[in-house]
C-alpha cells in the first residue's frame, strides 16, 4: 500500500533585493517537473510515498539577522510569519512534513555570498522539517534532506571527509557517515575523501540533470542517484511488494546460491536480495543486501570504469550497529561491471558475491548473483569474433547459376583483430578504491609491455608481426594481424595481487587466415534472384561480402542440399513449384553461409542462420 505524505512547502524571502522565485518554477523543481524532488521519492521508493494533497504555499517575507540563521529559526520565523498571514486557522493543519525554502539563504559581505545552516530537524509539534537555502543549494541536497522529513537516516560506510563542516580549518575530520556511494543518504560527500595526507579516494553518482528555469542557481540541475535498496528496506520493509525482495539462508560451506536481480526503477521482479546470517537477532545485525545498479534512470551519474567509487554493478551492503541504539546501512562494496574481477568477499567474512552475467538494454534489464562462501582465485579469458577487414583483391574464378546467369567468386586478402578480454574471481575484497590484479599478458611467449606496441611471433616455418593494444582499465587485449598474412599464436594472461602473492594464469589462441573467398554483390544478387524463380522462395541478402567464416571455401552442394531440407522442415507452406524445383535446387552448388536467406513463403517467414564449416556465431537480427 502507498503511504500518503502531505508535504507543506512554505517560501520565505529574507532579502529583498532577489526577486520571488516564480510558482512555476518552484512546481517543476520540487513537485511535479520531469526530475522533481517529490518525483524523485515517489520514484526512488518504487511508488510507495504519495504526495497527494501537498501544497506550495504563497511567498512571505521575513526577517533574519545573523547570527540568528540556524535552520530552526529560519523555520520557526517562516512558520510564525505563515500563521500570521493566516489568522484564525492553523495552515498547517494536516501536513506530516514541513520543507522550508529560504530565499536566498544566505548573507553578502565583501562582495562574497556565505551560505547559512540549511538541513532537517523536528518541530516542537514532532513534526519534520527540511530547511533549504536556494541559492546554494543542488536537488540533490533538496532529496538528501526530504529523505530525513520523511524518515529516513544517513547511510554508512568508507571513510570520509563528510562530517568535517569546517573543511578550512586544521582539524580534519574523518569517518564512515555518508560513506556509502551509491545512495541519495550519504549526499553530497558520496564517500569521498579529499582532506588531509590522504589516502584519497572519491566518489559522485550524480548527474547534470534538467535545467529550471529562473530558478537561482545552476546547482539546482545535479540529480541522482537512488536511495539503495538496502537502505529503503532498512527504513520501510513495507515499500518491497510480492517478489521484489528475495530474502534467503547465507549459505552453508559447499553451497552456492543463484538469483536474478533488477535495477531500482524495474516495473517488476526482485530488486534486493538479502541473505540472512546463522542466529539473526530481531534487529537485523549482520544481515546482508546485494542490489543491481546500472547506468540508467536516477543512476545515470553512476561510472562504468574509472577510479570513481560509485561504480555501476552488484553493490553490497549489511545492517551494523553504529551507536547505541543506532542501526544503519554500510556500504561494503560491489561488484563492477567493467571490472576484471567478478566477485567481492565481504571483508573479514568469508560470504562472497558474484556477477555471473548481466543485461542492460531495454526495460528487461538484470543481473544473474551468485553466493557462496570462500572464494578461489582464477582467470578466464574471452575471445571477441574476429573482426576481418578486406584490403584488397587477389584474384576470382567464374561459374553459372542453374538459371545460366554467371557468377564471380572473389580472392580478398584480410587483416584480423580480435580482442580478448580477461576475468578474474578471488582478487576482490575491499570497498575502497584499490589496485586491481596485476595482470600479465603473453604472446608466443613475450611479455606485452605499455597499452600498444608490436610482436614478433613464429608460425610455420616463418616470423610474423602483430600489433597489440591493452585497455588501461579493463586490461582488454586487441591483436591485430597484416594483410594477406595467415598466423597463429599462443596467448597466455596472468593475474597476481598487487605486490606479488597468488596468482593465475589462463591461455588462449589468436588465428587469422589472411584472406578468404567470397562472392561479388552482384553474384549474390544473381543467385537469390535465381533462387526465387526456381522455388518461390523470396531471399533477402543481408551483408554480401561478410566472411563465410575461418579458412578458405570450397563450394560444397552438400551444404546446399541441407539448406533444402530446412526449408522443407521450416516452411510453413510449401507451394506445388516450390516443391517439384527444390530437387533441383538441390543440385546447385552454392554456398548459403553468405546467402543468409530470409525465407518467405505465403506470407510466413523463418530465419535460417549460417550453416557450414565453420563458426556458428549468430550476428543478425532481422525483423
Known amino acids: 500500500m502507498p503511504k500518503p505524505f502531505k508535504l507543506a512547502i512554505v517560501r520565505a524571502r529574507h532579502n529583498p533585493a532577489y526577486q520571488y522565485i516564480p510558482d512555476e518554477t ?168 579529499w582532506l588531509g595526507t590522504g589516502p584519497f579516494w572519491s566518489g559522485n553518482p550524480t548527474f547534470l540533470g534538467d535545467d529550471v528555469v529562473n530558478w537561482p542557481s545552476q546547482t539546482g540541475r545535479w540529480r541522482g542517484p537512488h536511495v539503495s535498496r538496502a537502505n529503503l528496506h532498512r527504513w520501510f520493509p513495507e515499500a518491497f511488494g510480492p517478489g521484489r525482495v528475495v530474502e534467503r539462508p547465507a549459505p552453508a560451506q559447499g553451497e552456492t546460491g543463484r538469483v536474478r536481480l533488477h535495477p531500482p526503477s524495474a516495473n517488476s521482479g526482485p530488486t534486493l536480495l538479502i541473505l540472512h546470517p546463522p542466529g539473526e537477532p530481531s534487529s537485523g545485525i549482520g544481515r546482508v543486501y546485494v542490489e543491481y545498479r546500472p547506468v540508467r534512470d536516477w543512476d545515470i551519474g553512476l561510472k562504468l570504469m574509472g577510479a570513481d567509487l560509485a561504480q555501476a554493478g552488484l553493490v553490497v551492503h549489511t545492517l551494523e550497529t553504529v551507536a547505541p541504539g543506532a542501526d544503519r546501512v554500510w556500504y561494503r562494496g560491489g561488484v563492477p561491471m567493467n571490472g576484471v574481477d567478478s566477485d567481492f568477499q565481504l571483508p573479514g567474512q568469508q560470504l562472497t558475491v558474484g556477477l555471473e552475467g548481466f543485461a542492460d538494454d531495454g526495460d528487461d534489464a538484470w543481473a544473474d548473483v551468485t553466493y557462496m562462501l570462500g ?15 578486406p584490403l584488397g583483391e587477389s584474384g576470382s574464378t567464374t561459374g553459372r547459376t ?16 580480435t580482442f580478448f578480454a580477461v576475468t578474474t574471481t578471488g582478487f576482490a575484497g575491499s570497498a575502497i578504491p584499490r589496485t586491481p590484479p596485476t595482470i600479465t599478458w603473453r604472446v608466443d611467449g613475450k611479455t606485452l609491455f605499455g597499452s600498444s606496441g608490436t610482436v614478433d611471433v613464429a608460425f610455420d616455418g616463418a616470423v610474423f608481426t602483430l600489433e597489440y593494444t591493452i585497455d588501461p582499465v579493463t586490461f582488454e587485449l586487441g591483436l591485430t594481424s597484416r594483410g594477406g598474412e595467415k598466423v597463429g599464436a599462443s596467448i597466455e594472461v596472468a593475474a597476481s595481487e598487487a605486490g606479488g602473492g ?44 561478410e566472411p563465410p567464416g575461418p579458412g578458405p571455401v570450397e563450394i560444397d552442394p552438400t551444404e546446399v542440399r541441407m539448406f533444402v531440407e530446412r526449408i522443407q522442415k521450416d516452411a510453413v507452406v510449401l507451394s506445388p513449384r516450390m516443391q517439384i524445383n527444390l530437387t533441383r535446387l538441390a543440385s546447385f552448388g552454392t554456398h548459403n553461409r553468405v546467402l543468409n536467406p530470409l525465407i518467405r513463403e505465403n506470407g510466413k517467414s523463418t530465419h535460417f542462420s549460417r550453416i557450414g564449416n565453420g563458426s556458428s556465431a549468430q550476428r543478425h537480427d532481422n525483423t
Open 26 to 193: 518552484c512546481i517543476e523543481m520540487v513537485m511535479t517537473g520531469r526530475q522533481s524532488v517529490l518525483r524523485y521519492w515517489a520514484e526512488t521508493t518504487q511508488g510507495y510515498f504519495d504526495f497527494l494533497g501537498s501544497a506550495l504555499m504563497p511567498w512571505l517575507d521575513i526577517v533574519l539577522t545573523p547570527p540568528a540563521t540556524d535552520r530552526v529559526t529560519q523555520v520557526v520565523t517562516a512558520i510564525s510569519a505563515l500563521r500570521d498571514a493566516n489568522p484564525g486557522v492553523d495552515p498547517l493543519a494536516g501536513f506530516d512534513g514541513v520543507l522550508l525554502l529560504t530565499h536566498p539563504g544566505g548573507s553578502t559581505a565583501g562582495g562574497m555570498f556565505t551560505a547559512w545552516d540549511a538541513g532537517s530537524g523536528t518541530l516542537g509539534d514532532g513534526r519534520p522539517f527540511s530547511a533549504i537555502t536556494t541559492v546554494p543549494s543542488t536537488s540533490v541536497f533538496i532529496c538528501h534532506e526530504l529523505g530525513h522529513t520523511l524518515g529516513f537516516d544517513h547511510s554508512f560506510g568508507v571513510d570520509n571527509n563528510g562530517t568535517d563542516w569546517a573543511p578550512a580549518d586544521a582539524t580534519i575530520i574523518v569517518g564512515p557517515e555518508y560513506g556509502a556511494p551509491h545512495d541519495i543518504m550519504s549526499a553530497e560527500s558520496f564517500g569521498s575523501r
Open 375 to 389: 572464494s578461489v582465485r582464477s582467470i578466464s579469458i574471452g575471445a571477441g569474433d574476429p573482426i576481418e577487414t
Open 402 to 417: 542453374p538459371c545460366g546467369d554467371t557468377i564471380t567468386k572473389v580472392v580478398l586478402s584480410s587483416s584480423t583483430l
Open 502 to 545: 597468488a596468482s593465475a594464469v589462463a591461455q588462449a589462441r589468436f588465428d587469422a587466415r589472411g584472406w578468404y573467398e567470397t562472392y561479388t554483390p552482384e553474384s549474390l544478387i544473381a543467385m537469390a534472384q535465381c533462387i526465387k524463380r526456381l522455388s518461390d522462395v523470396d531471399i533477402l541478402v543481408e551483408s554480401p561480402i
